[in-house]
């Protein structure tokens, strides 16, 4: 761990809409360590050596990232999580996260790879017994065996718990018996193992560890799909499996709680990972724009396009901000559990689940920035980038399928509500006494005083403030006035998610920039600044019409009225030239030829 991470104060979660932090307190990726930079160039040299060069080639046969996946395993990027004493190289989740985020680049195959190491793997890291640790870890490490995960069926994807697969003790207790059928599996045309979920008796929903070689076991066609065509997905089908006692993952009846946790930690490392596909369209946008010359003019240098890749690197800046912050909080989490001598399930999942809201925002925060991204770069290749000779048709396709698997966003934003409500009712954080202040201050004159003049950010610490006002006086409003109903009127769910992914990510943004700022002085950083000035101008606006829609759907009269007005206090900023923004993000990296914000 690096000693950045061990000198920072985390938040609980959920606790970033009710206390403000430091800029001593965020962890940002220009942290990296010189190992870490190292892994990071290794894992670069990989996808440039193995994957770039056979993009067309794996998109015509997923079955080649066996040969992909093997080599992974011989460089060792594939046991970067598993523990030392089962055969990994036991590294913290932040060397983990930098690796993930150049395997991003790797459209399919970064999803085959993931899909091995995450929610193939992290089952048996997570919950297996020492034994079955021993058995499958050293294995999945190196990449002899390969791994996948069961959970959806035809019948049920978001509602997973409402799987039909069933699982049945034999009479002489030695083994169950698995029948069911699973979809959408990636991995599923080669994995060895295969993770997956059965109810016991019809009932009891539980993970067990399925063997490619048990009889029985079998796989559909691959399917015909939109994008990562160089993943392998399939049907995955059990017909009278014995799958023996020992495979038993976790406890009898507890398998939601290995299926959410894993998802937990896999939301976070999807945005992790698209972050590495954004700014690698973004690079092949800059470039494009560069090269490609109408109106004997570099079409890079026309307002329309430097709109668009400021924009899209302010987008892609901020997630990021976002993403590292939570690996940090997620890393600290996990040593503090081990030092406090928790099991090793217990500490492993500890982080994830302490900070499941925040894993679920960065989940569609970040694809959802990977979607406009590919879509403006591809835009910004015009014919070209419709032609499959070029490299955004495929990273377009490539990109849309983040905001459907690991949870959808519209799943994902209304369990960050959910999650919120249940840690205030259990009594984990206070919503109820931010809340009660600002029915106060409606009542009250506005606060009309103005930010130090020599603080670079007061005015943006100011409206952060209140901008969580913003937020808790929709979310709290409608808490309020619907209670258990509010569970059912999910267009407000909605925009109450999407007010506290901008707040998370103004902050993120706002605490990186400080840091920098502190860290190399003003006028290094004042690209960075103003960066944070746009996403907040824009951000901002975003928070008013969400926060006016969720208004409007539950209050009338004189009570909506001067919620509004609270809202529309809550939302003012100062005005600011984004253009001028916008074009000197743009001409930086049109100067560099490149991203450049970091990395
Ligand atoms: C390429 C690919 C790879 C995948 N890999 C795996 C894998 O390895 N392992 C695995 O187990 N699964 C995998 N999946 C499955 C994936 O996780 C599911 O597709 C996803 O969870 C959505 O389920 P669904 O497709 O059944 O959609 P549905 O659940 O039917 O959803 C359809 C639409 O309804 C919305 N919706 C559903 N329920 C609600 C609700 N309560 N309120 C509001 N809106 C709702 C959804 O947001 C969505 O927009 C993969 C899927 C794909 C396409």
Same mark, same amino acid.
């Given at each position: 761990?690096?000693?950045?991470?061990?000198?920072?104060?985390?938040?609980?979660?959920?606790?970033?809409?009710?206390?403000?932090?430091?800029?001593?307190?965020? %962890?940002?990726?220009?942290?990296?360590?010189?190992?870490?930079? &190292?892994?990071?160039? &290794?894992?670069?040299?990989?996808? /440039?050596?193995?994957?770039?060069?056979?993009?067309?080639?794996?998109?015509?046969? *997923? &079955?080649?990232?066996?040969?992909?996946?093997?080599?992974?395993?011989?460089?060792?990027?594939?046991?970067?999580?598993?523990?030392?004493?089962?055969?990994?190289?036991?590294?913290?989740?932040?060397?983990?996260?930098?690796?993930?985020?150049? !395997?991003?680049?790797?459209?399919?195959?970064?999803?085959?790879? +993931?899909?091995?190491?995450?929610?193939?793997? @992290?089952?048996?890291?997570? %919950?297996?017994?020492?034994?079955?640790? #021993?058995?499958?870890?050293?294995?999945?490490?190196?990449?002899?065996?390969?791994?996948?995960? @069961?959970?959806?069926?035809?019948?049920?994807?978001?509602?997973?718990?409402?799987?039909?697969?069933?699982?049945?003790?034999? =009479?002489?207790?030695?083994?169950?018996?698995?029948?069911?059928?699973?979809?959408?599996?990636?991995? =599923?045309?080669?994995?060895?193992? $295969?993770?997956?979920?059965?109810?016991?008796?019809?009932?009891?929903?539980?993970? $067990?560890?399925?063997?490619?070689? $048990?009889?029985?076991?079998?796989?559909?066609?691959?399917?015909?799909?939109?994008?990562?065509?160089?993943?392998?997905?399939?049907?995955?089908?059990?017909?009278?499996?014995?799958?023996?006692?020992?495979?038993?993952?976790?406890?009898?009846?507890?398998?939601? #709680?290995?299926?959410?946790?894993?998802?937990?930690?896999?939301?976070? #490392?999807?945005?992790?990972?698209?972050?590495?596909?954004?700014?690698? =369209?973004?690079?092949?946008?800059?470039?494009?724009?560069?090269?490609?010359?109408?109106?004997?003019? *570099?079409?890079?240098?026309?307002?329309?396009?430097?709109?668009?890749?400021?924009?899209?690197?302010? /987008?892609?800046?901020?997630?990021?901000?976002?993403? %590292?912050?939570?690996?940090?909080?997620?890393?600290?989490?996990?040593?503090? !559990?081990? =030092?406090?001598?928790?099991?090793?399930?217990?500490?492993?999942?500890?982080?994830?689940?302490?900070?499941?809201?925040?894993?679920?925002?960065?989940?569609? !925060?970040?694809?959802?920035?990977?979607?406009?991204?590919?879509?403006?770069?591809?835009?910004?290749?015009?014919?070209?980038?419709?032609?499959?000779? %070029?490299?955004?048709? /495929?990273?377009?396709?490539?990109? /849309?399928?983040?905001?459907?698997?690991?949870?959808?966003?519209?799943?994902?934003?209304? !369990?960050?509500?959910?999650?919120?409500?249940?840690?205030?009712?259990?009594?984990?954080?206070?919503?109820?006494?931010? +809340?009660?202040?600002?029915?106060?201050?409606?009542?009250?004159?506005?606060?009309?005083?103005?930010?130090?003049?020599?603080?670079?950010?007061?005015?943006?610490?100011?409206?952060?403030?209140?901008?969580?006002?913003?937020?808790?006086?929709?979310?709290?409003?409608?808490?309020?006035?619907?209670?258990?109903?509010?569970?059912?009127?999910?267009?407000?769910?909605?925009?109450?998610?999407?007010?506290?992914?901008?707040?998370?990510?103004?902050?993120?943004?706002?605490?990186?920039?400080?840091?920098?700022?502190?860290?190399?002085?003003?006028?290094?950083?004042?690209?960075?600044?103003?960066?944070?000035?746009?996403?907040?101008?824009?951000?901002?606006?975003?928070?008013?019409?969400?926060?006016?829609?969720?208004?409007?759907?539950?209050?009338?009269?004189?009570?909506?009225?001067?919620?509004?007005?609270?809202?529309?206090?809550?939302?003012?900023?100062?005005?600011?030239?984004?253009?001028?923004?916008?074009?000197?993000?743009?001409?930086?990296?049109?100067?560099?030829?490149?991203?450049? $914000?970091?990395?």
């Amino acid at each position: 761990m690096s000693t950045a991470t061990e000198t920072k104060t985390a938040l609980r979660g959920g606790e970033f809409l009710i206390k403000d932090s430091t800029w001593e307190d965020i %962890y940002i990726p220009e942290e990296i360590t010189e190992e870490q930079k &190292m892994m990071r160039d &290794m894992t670069k040299d990989f996808i /440039r050596t193995e994957i770039d060069p056979n993009l067309d080639k794996l998109d015509h046969d *997923p &079955m080649l990232g066996i040969d992909i996946l093997n080599k992974a395993g011989e460089l060792g990027l594939l046991g970067l999580h598993i523990p030392q004493e089962f055969g990994g190289e036991g590294k913290d989740l932040t060397t983990f996260s930098f690796v993930t985020e150049v !395997l991003g680049w790797g459209h399919g195959v970064s999803v085959a790879i +993931g899909a091995h190491t995450g929610i193939g793997t @992290c089952p048996i890291i997570y %919950y297996g017994t020492d034994e079955q640790r #021993k058995k499958y870890l050293p294995k999945l490490a190196t990449g002899e065996l390969k791994a996948a995960y @069961c959970l959806t069926e035809p019948w049920s994807g978001s509602d997973a718990l409402g799987a039909k697969t069933k699982a049945e003790l034999s =009479a002489d207790g030695t083994h169950y018996v698995l029948n069911g059928q699973k979809m959408w599996i990636t991995n =599923a045309g080669f994995a060895d193992v $295969f993770v997956v979920f059965a109810k016991i008796d019809g009932d009891k929903f539980t993970g $067990f560890i399925v063997e490619k070689g $048990f009889e029985g076991v079998s796989t559909g066609a691959e399917e015909k799909k939109m994008g990562i065509k160089s993943s392998s997905t399939r049907q995955v089908f059990f017909n009278n499996v014995k799958v023996p006692v020992e495979n038993l993952l976790g406890e009898i009846g507890k398998g939601h #709680k290995i299926a959410f946790q894993i998802l937990n930690i896999g939301r976070y #490392k999807l945005c992790n990972g698209v972050l590495g596909g954004a700014k690698r =369209a973004l690079n092949q946008a800059v470039k494009y724009a560069n090269e490609r010359q109408q109106f004997k003019t *570099p079409i890079a240098q026309f307002g329309a396009i430097k709109h668009k890749l400021g924009e899209m690197a302010i /987008r892609t800046w901020t997630a990021e901000s976002a993403s %590292y912050r939570v690996c940090d909080w997620i890393n600290q989490e996990e040593h503090k !559990l081990k =030092a406090a001598g928790k099991t090793m399930t217990e500490y492993l999942t500890g982080g994830a689940e302490e900070y499941q809201i925040e894993c679920a925002l960065l989940k569609v !925060l970040g694809s959802e920035v990977l979607d406009f991204v590919v879509d403006e770069a591809l835009q910004i290749h015009g014919g070209y980038g419709f032609s499959e000779e %070029y490299p955004m048709a /495929r990273a377009y396709r490539d990109s /849309r399928i983040n905001r459907i698997f690991e949870g959808t966003n519209e799943i994902n934003r209304m !369990l960050s509500i959910d999650a919120l409500l249940k840690f205030a009712m259990k009594g984990k954080i206070d919503l109820m006494t931010p +809340g009660m202040n600002i029915q106060k201050e409606l009542m009250s004159v506005p606060d009309f005083s103005s930010p130090d003049a020599d603080d670079i950010f007061g005015a943006e610490r100011k409206v952060l403030k209140n901008a969580k006002k913003a937020f808790l006086l929709v979310a709290g409003g409608a808490v309020q006035k619907l209670m258990m109903q509010l569970e059912k009127e999910q267009e407000i769910l909605m925009h109450a998610a999407d007010v506290l992914i901008d707040i998370f990510a103004m902050e993120s943004a706002l605490l990186r920039a400080e840091k920098l700022v502190n860290l190399h002085g003003l006028e290094a950083s004042q690209i960075y600044v103003d960066m944070v000035k746009c996403f907040f101008f824009d951000a901002l606006d975003r928070i008013n019409t969400n926060g006016k829609q969720g208004l409007a759907a539950f209050a009338s009269g004189d009570e909506l009225r001067l919620m509004m007005m609270g809202l529309k206090r809550f939302t003012k900023y100062e005005m600011i030239n984004t253009r001028d923004i916008r074009r000197a993000v743009a001409d930086k990296m049109i100067a560099e030829n490149g991203y450049c $914000f970091w990395d």
